[in-house]
């Protein structure tokens, strides 16, 4: 296949242009400049006869029209995604989630590939204390990120409807892995246990969350679009649920040294901080496809690879 992937120079967007090439597809990258480190998680693949790298701008409509051209596949991973920023300052979420989609599927009903994944998060549903949410689920999200994923998904779903554009929406729960973005909470959880230096933890880390290793997520995509049905939502997820605290505690055990954990309040850093997320993934289970990894293996697995690439972290 000839796949678009847009957020190519992404955690996750890259992971699945890497392993897409290894499945020798094509790969047209699409994703808006970036730091040389972000750019870097590329460089295995840059200079492959099946990659062709475009750089532009969602939000742009004029750096968007063409880009579905002579594509079989889109995959559709751009998106800014720090929940804390998205307080701090909405509105580049709105570009980039909302009007980033809209030109998108502008482009793709223009062209017409065969199938377009648009890659959402659980963080849509908001917090659950007991059980877990369906794609049946009604939607609560509880800050700008989420609200405009949230958005998004809802555009998607109109497009379906109205233009008969054969999309699917996957919602996963949270990843971690290799060259994940050092701001995020298990890279800096790892970097700091390295380091010997106090963990920061938001609230009393008793919030919860389910967690997957990204190379599964991608698998689970490339299932999807194989054996998905446009139209439809899929819940992506391990099922390995902890809490933060618990994480760390799995990170000091293959790191190999504890460290003191610093509590920060989290009423004024992330308010509307939801306790707990868990989605069922029984409807994508039932396609075919199962997680590879486990929590442990995964973990080893990254906390091993951060041991061997201080450069990405280092600084």
């Not at 870097?40 to 099946?50: A, D, G, Y």
């Not at 701090?88 to 998108?104: A, E, H």
């Not at 933890?201 to 290793?213: E, K, P, V």
């Amino acid at each position: 296949m000839r796949i678009l992937v847009t957020g190519v120079y992404g955690f996750i967007g890259s992971t699945f242009a890497k392993m897409a090439i290894e499945l020798d597809h094509q790969v047209v990258g699409f994703s808006r400049y970036s730091s040389v480190k972000n750019m870097q998680r590329l460089n295995s693949i840059v200079e492959h006869r099946n990659f062709t790298m475009i750089n532009g701008d969602l939000s742009n409509p004029n750096e968007t029209s063409e880009i579905c051209e002579d594509v079989d596949v889109v995959v559709n991973f751009a998106a800014k995604s720090f929940v804390n920023h998205s307080i701090l300052d909405p509105r580049p979420f709105i570009d980039s989630n909302i009007i980033g989609t809209f030109n998108l599927l502008e482009s793709f009903k223009k062209y017409k590939p065969k199938r377009l994944i648009h890659v959402g998060t659980d963080e849509v549903y908001g917090s659950i204390l007991k059980g877990s949410h369906t794609e049946d689920s009604p939607l609560n999200p509880g800050n700008p990120y989420s609200s405009s994923k949230a958005s998004a998904d809802m555009l998607c779903l109109s497009y379906f409807n109205t233009y008969d554009v054969p999309v699917i929406i996957t919602r996963c729960e949270n990843n971690f892995g290799p060259f994940q973005h050092q701001q995020k909470a298990v890279p800096v959880w790892i970097k700091k246990t390295l380091n010997q230096q106090p963990i920061p933890l938001y609230g009393d880390g008793q919030h919860i969350r389910q967690w997957l290793h990204v190379q599964d997520h991608c698998f689970a995509i490339f299932h999807l679009i194989d054996h998905g049905q446009s139209g439809e939502i899929y819940n992506i997820a391990a099922n390995q649920e902890r809490t933060n605290r618990e994480i760390v505690e799995l990170i000091f055990e293959y790191v190999g040294n504890r460290c003191p954990i610093d509590f920060i309040p989290d009423e004024e850093v992330r308010p509307g901080h939801d306790r707990r997320y868990s989605i069922d993934s029984s409807k994508l289970r039932a396609l075919g496809w199962e997680p590879r990894h486990t929590i442990d293996s995964g973990f080893k697995h990254t906390v091993d690879w951060f041991k061997l690439n201080a450069w990405w972290w280092f600084k």
